[in-house]
């Protein structure tokens, strides 16, 4: 108060010195004139100076007096709206000392030790603090509940004075508003949004084929009634869309009570019984993705679509996003309707015929199955009279054998080309055919994904939440043997007649081959109608078995990951090949084929060093999901044989990983 007194005191001195000097100059222009005014004008002068003096003091005591008033009634007001603040407040030293609190706060906390609280708020308020810039003074707000409350906290704060610590102490003032009703409003508007759901009996058409007339309605009522009872719980809307297909919606303040059902109707349906023994399965797709009810179902159609890319009998939720399955662990139910393959058949061909050229790409490593169903496909687009390229970059040993006899015939001198080459001669007017998988991240050049519009994909894996979603036409069966069976059955329903070479279909032989372990896994009727076609084209099976031998020292090498394997859950062997080589994954591959030779033991994974990144190869006899253990550290493949790859991780934390994944997995087994 007296500084600004002061100041407006010195403004007023220093203007009316200025107008004594005027008086004085004029006084003395005047006494010059006339010298008989000088000493009227030393007169004159001195009782103006005098008046001067005398207001000056007058007006000083004024301002002091106003001032001091204006003063008195801000600090009263300011204190008074402190004590009367509708808002709960204290001041605190962020030692945790109460200086003072309204009378608000005490009366909207008392019932409540709010001082367990405040301990961590202004230890996190300090901290935030000591981080802040010099001239930051912008609130800190913190959250917190309180009593079923909830509160926002803004925090103004000052340093301490009377610290004569080293540490920084500082004196904070709390507000505490009030936000219940503002997130219970929020809460209440994102509980009360809807969820859309589809459900689908897998294979209805075959599975009623296999079922008397008689029976139908009872089974298809007792279906029903098990899908009627799990949605009442939900106080939901069903609809029947189809004889196979219903849409469900219910709010999404049930979605975690749906979660910790972990989805029992699964389990209900598969319990329904027939006489004739048939598998009654089902496929829910859940979603609350997208602003409207019709974004919301689109993307619960493209949520079914991964569902039953991975074989259906499962259930996921898409949610922000991110897909959670549950279920999956039954191996996949065979089609016996090839309808599918003949309407895909008529398609690729018309695709081809419409293309300038084609180029055919598989995974990174490939192995014979890839290489086997790139030959087909390449066999049929030189059929339609296209110009085809397989692409291959890989210079490991794993088709080193097949190579040798491929370029022996000059035909195939010039259609394996590096993706380099690829991506220099691709173009919007390719057909780009990708083979034996369907993940963005695992073909062997992924830049060439956005390089044309054209892009087809033919798999036989479960399909990951990655998937290539650009792609034209997609035949992805996950029932199938391996992808070298779908090209072979794409082949027999072509419109062109497709005459394989002999090495051609020896390929494709070897992919079967390969995928079902001499025809032990995976293997359904149609599995051995496409072998039998192929036989029938003249193909040397001794010269098959000779591209996959391994030579002795290979050997050596399984034998010892084979010796060196350890025992997880009684019935899982676990192994490391920690050499360095560009052939890890194909060793792996063979040891965790060879460790399920030994009696005991249901599943095998089997770890190689990769440089930056390690593999994991993993194997099972079908009690074990490797599939859904190797989904987790960011692979796939199918329950019976899966694979990944681990990036940023040693060996041994990787190793723990799969040991924590493999324990999670027992563990949602059992509960």
């Known amino acids: 108060m007296q500084n600004k007194s002061k100041k407006v005191f010195e403004t007023i001195v220093s203007k009316n010195k200025i107008y004594l000097a005027i008086i004085f100059l004029l006084l003395i222009v005047i006494c010059i004139e006339n010298r008989i005014m000088v000493a009227?004008?030393?007169?004159?002068?001195?009782?103006?100076?005098?008046?001067?003096?005398?207001?000056?003091?007058?007006?000083?005591?004024?301002?002091?007096?106003?001032?001091?008033?204006?003063?008195?009634?801000i600090d009263s007001a300011a204190k008074t709206s402190l004590i009367n603040s509708p808002f709960p407040l204290i001041i605190i030293e962020t030692s945790g000392n109460v200086i003072w609190k309204n009378s608000k706060f005490i009366e909207e906390f008392e019932n409540f030790d709010i001082y367990a609280y405040l301990n961590n708020i202004t230890i996190d308020i300090k901290s935030e603090i000591d981080n802040k810039k010099e001239n930051d003074d912008n609130p800190i707000i913190k959250h917190i509940q309180v009593n079923q409350k909830y509160y926002e906290i803004v925090s103004k704060f000052v340093k301490s004075k009377n610290n004569k610590e080293k540490a920084k102490e500082y004196i904070m003032m709390l507000y505490f508003i009030d936000e219940t009703e503002n997130i219970t409003l929020q809460k209440?508007?994102?509980?009360?949004?809807?969820?859309?759901?589809?459900?689908?009996?897998?294979?209805?058409?075959?599975?009623?084929?296999?079922?008397?007339?008689?029976?139908?309605?009872?089974?298809?009522?007792?279906?029903?009634?098990?899908?009627?009872?799990w949605t009442n719980q939900t106080n939901g809307v069903l609809i029947k869309s189809d004889r196979d297909r219903y849409v469900y919606l219910f709010e999404q303040r049930y979605l975690e009570k749906i979660k910790e059902d972990k989805f029992s109707i699964l389990d209900k349906i598969k319990e329904i019984e027939t006489k004739e023994n048939a598998q009654l399965t089902l496929s829910i797709a859940v979603s609350n993705d997208g602003v409207t009810d019709k974004d919301k179902y689109k993307?619960?159609?493209?949520?079914?679509?991964?569902?039953?890319?991975?074989?259906?009998?499962?259930a996921v939720i898409r949610e922000n996003e991110i897909y959670k399955f549950y279920g999956g662990r039954a191996q996949e139910v065979e089609k016996r309707t090839k309808v599918k393959a003949r309407v895909v058949a008529h398609a690729l061909e018309n695709l081809i015929r419409n293309s300038n050229k084609v180029m055919i790409m598989g995974h990174t490593n490939p192995d014979i199955d890839c290489m086997g169903?790139?030959?087909g496909v390449y066999r049929l687009a030189k059929s339609l009279g296209?110009?085809?390229?397989?692409?291959?970059?890989?210079?490991?040993?794993?088709?080193?054998?097949?190579?040798?006899?491929?370029?022996?015939?000059?035909?195939?001198?010039?259609?394996?080309?590096?993706?380099?080459?690829?991506?220099?001669?691709?173009?919007?007017?390719?057909?780009?055919?990708?083979?034996?998988?369907?993940?963005?991240?695992?073909?062997?050049?992924?830049?060439?994904?956005?390089?044309?519009?054209k892009i087809v994909v033919i798999d036989h894996h479960r399909r990951?939440?990655?998937?290539?979603?650009?792609?034209?036409?997609?035949?992805?069966?996950?029932?199938?043997?391996?992808?070298?069976?779908?090209?072979?059955?794409?082949?027999?329903?072509?419109?062109?007649?497709?005459?394989?070479?002999?090495?051609?279909?020896?390929?494709?032989?070897?992919?079967?081959?390969?995928d079902t372990k001499n025809f032990t896994f995976k293997t359904g009727v149609r599995t051995f109608e496409a072998a039998a076609f192929l036989r029938k084209k003249g193909i040397d099976i001794i010269r098959v078995k000779k591209w996959f031998q391994s030579d002795l020292e290979t050997f050596n090498k399984i034998a010892e990951i084979v010796t060196n394997a350890e025992m997880v859950n009684s019935s899982i062997a676990i192994a490391i090949y920690n050499r360095k080589e560009k052939d890890a994954s194909l060793i792996c591959a063979k040891a965790a084929d060879e460790l399920l030779t030994i009696s005991n033991i249901t599943a095998s994974f089997v770890l190689g060093n990769q440089g930056n990144k390690v593999c994991i190869s993993g194997r099972s006899i079908g009690d074990v999901n490797v599939q859904l253990i190797l989904e987790k550290l960011g692979g796939g493949g199918h329950i019976t044989l899966a694979g990944a790859q681990v990036e940023g991780m040693t060996l041994e934390e990787t190793k723990q990983e799969l040991i924590n994944r493999i324990n999670e997995y027992f563990y949602e087994l059992e509960n």
């Open 464 to 514: 990951s939440t990655d998937y290539i979603e650009n792609a034209i036409l997609i035949f992805q069966e996950v029932y199938a043997s391996s992808a070298a069976e779908l090209v072979t059955e794409l082949i027999q329903y072509a419109e062109t007649k497709v005459e394989l070479k002999t090495i051609e279909a020896e390929s494709l032989y070897a992919g079967i081959m390969m």
């Open 373 to 375: 169903s790139s030959m």
């Open 40 to 73: 009227p004008a030393i007169f004159l002068f001195f009782i103006i100076a005098m008046y001067s003096y005398y207001t000056n003091n007058k007006r000083k005591s004024e301002i002091n007096e106003t001032l001091q008033d204006l003063t008195l009634t």
């Open 299 to 314: 993307s619960a159609q493209e949520a079914m679509d991964v569902i039953l890319g991975r074989g259906g009998d499962q």
């Open 386 to 453: 296209k110009n085809a390229y397989i692409i291959d970059s890989n210079e490991n040993n794993t088709l080193s054998s097949f190579k040798e006899s491929l370029l022996k015939d000059p035909e195939y001198e010039d259609i394996l080309i590096t993706k380099e080459i690829a991506e220099e001669n691709i173009d919007k007017d390719t057909l780009l055919i990708i083979v034996d998988t369907h993940k963005i991240n695992y073909v062997e050049a992924p830049e060439l994904l956005d390089k044309t519009e």
């Open 188 to 229: 209440e508007y994102k509980d009360s949004k809807s969820c859309v759901t589809i459900m689908m009996i897998d294979n209805y058409e075959e599975t009623m084929q296999q079922i008397d007339s008689e029976e139908k309605p009872q089974i298809i009522a007792e279906i029903d009634k098990c899908v009627y009872e």
